[in-house]
């Protein structure tokens, strides 16, 4: 079944304590991205891939970090977590090309920071 | 930058009533239109897409949304509710020629009740 993968689905966990929310789509998309979705607010995008080793800042990238060292995988990464950070996060992938075929969404990772 | 305006927060209905959930945009140059639909609990979901051609789009689960240029709108409708529609639905833009990206609106609850 084509689809995207995170990882852990709830978290909470201390500020300060570095965590890694894992992606992982099986449909040899070349885009991938992460958004944050929070009340009032939507979704707004936080760090965007658009290959391997190919990353670039959404609207929101502040205080989190991406990789992507291979095309399946796009981690998102907090070094040092603060409250402001707690959000249902959200990643994405789409074919090459353009937004044409909009996007496939993973089920979420609702975070929550103390 | 392109922009989406969802009109109304919240979205009470009855139960078979028809519903309108409203979408503006703003942009100065051709776009691609989505709704994506957010079940409790889950990701997002691909509703419908307008790329080019026939302005009215048919969608999954009985939706259908008109492409009105002029007005610069793609309001999202279904004649007949089910409370099985009762979920979070989100109105996206991207620029044709802008590569991947896609703005989000703010979403819009919409609320079926027997």
């Known amino acids: 079944e084509a689809q995207v993968t995170q990882n852990p689905r709830y978290l909470i966990t201390v500020t300060g304590k570095k965590l890694t929310v894992t992606c992982s789509q099986n449909?040899?998309?070349?885009?991938m991205s992460w958004y944050r979705q929070d009340p009032g607010l939507g979704l707004r995008q936080i760090y965007y891939s658009m290959n391997v080793e190919v990353t670039d800042k959404g609207d929101v990238p502040e205080g989190y970090k991406v990789s992507r060292k291979e095309k399946r995988n796009f981690p998102l990464i907090l070094e040092s977590p603060s409250p402001n950070q707690t959000s249902l996060y959200f990643c994405?992938?789409?074919?090459?090309?353009?937004?044409?075929?909009?996007?496939?969404f993973g089920s979420g990772t609702r975070l929550t920071v103390v | 930058a392109q922009s989406v305006t969802q009109l109304d927060s919240q979205v009470p209905v009855f139960e078979e009533a028809p519903v309108e959930l409203r979408c503006n945009y703003s942009s100065s140059v051709s776009v691609y239109l989505f709704w994506y639909v957010q079940y409790p609990n889950q990701g997002l979901q691909l509703l419908l897409k307008?790329?080019?051609?026939?302005?009215l789009v048919k969608g999954i689960n009985g939706f259908e949304a008109e492409f009105n240029k002029s007005q610069t709108s793609f309001h999202l409708r279904k004649p007949s509710v089910h409370i099985s529609d009762t979920a979070e639905y989100f109105c996206?833009?991207?620029?044709?020629?802008?590569?991947?990206?896609?703005?989000f609106g703010k979403g819009t609850s919409l609320l079926v009740t027997p």
């Open positions: 994405a992938s789409s074919p090459v090309g353009t937004s044409y075929y909009g996007y496939t």
């Open positions: 449909m040899n998309h070349e885009y």
């Open positions: 307008y790329l080019s051609g026939s302005t």
């Open positions: 996206a833009v991207s620029v044709t020629n802008s590569g991947y990206a896609l703005n």
